[in-house]
């Protein structure tokens, strides 16, 4: 009885809140300017009562906004038209920020129940302002007479941006299209949360626990620790648990001996969301594919990938499927080396088996070991949290002038983040940083950089400083030790962190084209090439520290990590290929109709000559990033490589400079690319730094393809 009275007395008091903010909203944070410091969210004062109420009048008052502009007696401009819209909208931009990344970081049956609620309605309102006639026959109007207007660059890039924005919401499409548009935009709202919802599910309901201490061995001690402080947390004393969390299931299956272990754990998450149960993604992947279609159909493109790159630098699916190949011709050759040489181990240690894909992190390490010398738990020890947080703070000093100072008494949406003030060479506040480090099950995978609040000036000209969030899965504390990362955890931090530079750092008037509010297949310049510093030996000298003893990292060490930094890049880059050569695979189609999910893959992998021993990094039932998030990276998850041919060349310039922190280069890096956002085309801010177009050999290089 008392697990079904306590839900009720929730719910009552939920509906309590909601009927008295909607009563007063003066108790509603959202309905007041912030109080705290730097004018973060008042997170410990913000309920879920409170989103759907703030929601409702956010959308309430942009549509009064909408209205005057749409509506105003003078001549459309700039500033009454185009100005007026880029800042309206400030309330339901004020919420959705908060609302949107804690759904991400810290959610619960409730705030998913409230997302279904508002993304219906999210969407018809954004439908209602992309389709609304009056206000793109204004908008229009300003975009036909532009160069009459005198608008300098940023301007001019508002103006273009805002223009296509609306094309490519459908404002020039007829009547009874539009109404159609508007049923797709409300499905696919609802299918990227369903997708989502169900990933989350199943990565948190699947638990592989072991009773048989000889079932651990080959683990090391600080994994086996884990398992014990995730058993004893499910009060399973005495028992060890691993879960699908990266920071789990890849220390499992890198080194637990027992294969059959390593098998179940690896198809459990391989397997995610195809189970044929309630949570299963595979009948949300065929309508997400077909209702995209049937929209860039709508919007006179014959795919959806068509429609997508149209906005980006590739332009073009030939450009894209041009440049995987380049890189996947190489790379494929090299992961069938890598696989002989572990099938060569296999042999060597009496096994009669087949490697198989579940095989392939286990005997990496024990081939990078013999041909290094080198294993994981040498450097993790070296790679405490805080001494690489550091680090990464540490390279932006050196390379910007800029300062982390860290801020107590913080208000916090969870009690493990961090917060740090971010100021300029001058003392002057660039903004302010959330950090949030560790998994939980109220927590998606991976890593990501959002904002609570974006750069710009306000009409005062006020300069309005961001505040960023960084989040992450890395390794947990254990017992009595810190949380170590793996190599790979320090890049994803350096690489998280690139993104919060690209936000902090921006210099521009307009939120619309500020931060990274930039092509999707840019965006990923600032964030990979900051992990480029992760693993040169002057910043390891820096940053990684032995945890117990403070000894900076031997340079013998150092030597065997720069040695073994192209080791596994065939098998690193093909995983990562056939998961982009399936996103594009499932957006170039051009006719609807049914799609056999698992069918599908097949035949796409075997298109594209993927070996069986290694499956695509993401398959696709839980590849949230072509179908969950907003479908920010539908027909985008090439973004990756295209930009690391992008950031691979911007090393290269700090490496033709003589320094790895060249100030005159760094100087240009801020000013042509960081500083910017979205303010020019994206190849000028490159050329505007470079001085050239990026050529491809310094990524082949880096990945030791070349």
């Known amino acids: 009885m008392k697990k079904l009275l306590i839900p009720l007395v929730v719910i009552c008091l939920l509906a309590s809140c909601v009927k008295q903010a909607k009563k007063n909203p003066m108790m509603n944070p959202f309905f007041e300017a912030y109080s705290t410091p730097f004018e973060v969210p008042p997170f410990d004062k913000i309920l879920n009562a ?50 949107s990344n804690l759904k991400e970081a810290v959610t619960n049956d409730s705030l998913q129940d409230i997302a279904r609620k508002v993304a219906p309605l999210l969407s018809q309102h954004s439908d209602e302002v992309n389709l609304n006639a009056k206000l793109f026959a204004r908008v229009k109007g300003v975009y036909d007479c532009r160069n009459s207007f005198k608008l300098n660059q940023e301007q001019l890039r508002l103006l273009e941006e805002t223009y296509k924005g609306f094309v490519r919401g459908g404002a020039n499409l007829t ?16 299918l990227d949360l369903t997708f989502g919802d169900n990933m989350l599910a199943e990565t948190n309901s699947y ?43 890849i220390p499992f299956v890198t080194y637990a001996e027992n294969r059959s272990l390593r098998e179940k754990i690896y198809k459990a998450m391989y397997s995610r969301a195809n189970n044929g149960n309630e949570h299963d993604n595979k009948l949300v992947i065929n309508k997400l594919v077909n209702l995209r279609l049937q929209k860039a159909n709508l919007m006179g493109f014959e795919s959806w990938s068509a429609f997508v790159l149209d906005n980006c630098m590739a332009k073009t699916s030939a450009n894209v499927y041009k440049l995987l190949y380049q890189v996947w011709t190489p790379a494929i050759k090299r992961a069938k080396e890598e696989a002989k040489d572990m099938q060569d181990m296999i042999a060597k240690e009496g096994g009669h088996f087949k490697l198989e894909s579940w095989d392939w992190w286990y005997y990496s390490e024990k081939v990078r070991k013999a041909k290094y010398d080198l294993d994981e738990e040498q450097t993790r020890p070296y790679f405490e949290l805080n001494n690489v947080r550091e680090g990464a703070f540490s390279v932006a000093n050196k390379l910007y002038g800029i ?10 949406y969870h009690p493990e983040c961090e917060v740090y003030e971010v100021k300029d060479g001058d003392g002057s506040s660039l903004g302010v940083l959330y950090m949030d480090f560790f998994p939980r099950n109220s927590k998606k995978g991976g890593a990501w950089m959002t904002n609570f609040r974006e750069q710009s000036y306000s009409l005062d ?20 030790k810190p949380a170590l990362l793996s190599f790979d955890e320090v890049e994803t931090l350096f690489h998280e962190f690139g993104h919060s530079l690209h936000g902090l750092l921006s210099q521009c008037h307009y939120p619309g084209v500020s931060g990274t509010n930039v092509a999707r297949d840019f965006v990923e310049l600032p964030s990979q090439v900051m992990e480029h510093w992760a693993s040169e030996p002057e910043v390891l000298r820096i940053y990684a520290k032995h945890y117990k003893t403070g000894e900076v990292i031997p340079q013998q060490l150092v030597d065997k990590i720069v040695k073994s930094g192209k080791f596994n890049q065939g098998f690193a880059t093909v995983e990562y290929l056939a998961a982009t050569i399936l996103d594009m695979d499932y957006h170039t189609i051009t006719k609807g109709g049914d799609i056999d999910v698992e069918a599908f893959e097949k035949i796409s992998m075997e298109k594209a000559g993927l070996i069986s021993e290694i499956i695509p990094r993401y398959k696709s039932t839980y590849f949230a990033h072509t179908f969950s998030g907003g479908g920010e990276y539908s027909s985008g998850y090439y973004s990756y490589i295209w930009a690391q041919v992008l950031d691979c060349d911007t090393f290269q310039a700090f490496k ?12 240009s890096f801020r000013s042509n690319v960081l500083e910017r956002g979205g303010t020019d085309e994206a190849m000028k801010l490159y050329l505007n730094f470079r001085g050239k177009e990026p050529s491809i050999e310094p990524l082949l290089k880096s990945r030791g393809l070349y």
């Open 461 to 480: 000209g006020k300069n309005i400083r961001p505040v960023i969030s960084v989040t992450c899965n890395f390794s947990k504390p254990t017992g009595d």
């Open 207 to 249: 638990k592989l626990t072991i009773d048989k201490k000889e079932d651990l061995a080959g683990l090391p001690e600080s994994v086996i620790a884990g398992a014990a402080d995730e058993a004893k947390a499910q009060k399973l004393d005495g028992k060890w648990i691993f879960t699908l969390q990266k920071p789990s299931w």
């Open 50 to 99: 409170h989103y759907l109420p703030a929601f409702e009048e956010g959308i309430k008052q942009h549509n009064a906004e909408i209205k005057s502009i749409s509506e105003c007696d003078k001549a459309p401009d700039f500033a009454n038209t185009i100005e007026a819209l880029d800042r309206s909208g400030s309330l339901l931009t004020r919420v959705n920020h908060v609302f």
């Open 175 to 190: 009547e009874d299209k539009k109404i159609q548009l508007k049923k797709v935009n409300e499905e696919l709202s609802l």
């Open 403 to 412: 300062t982390f100072s860290r801020l107590n008494n913080m208000p916090l």
């Open 656 to 667: 033709e400079a003589g320094s790895i922190f060249d100030p005159t280069v760094a100087k």
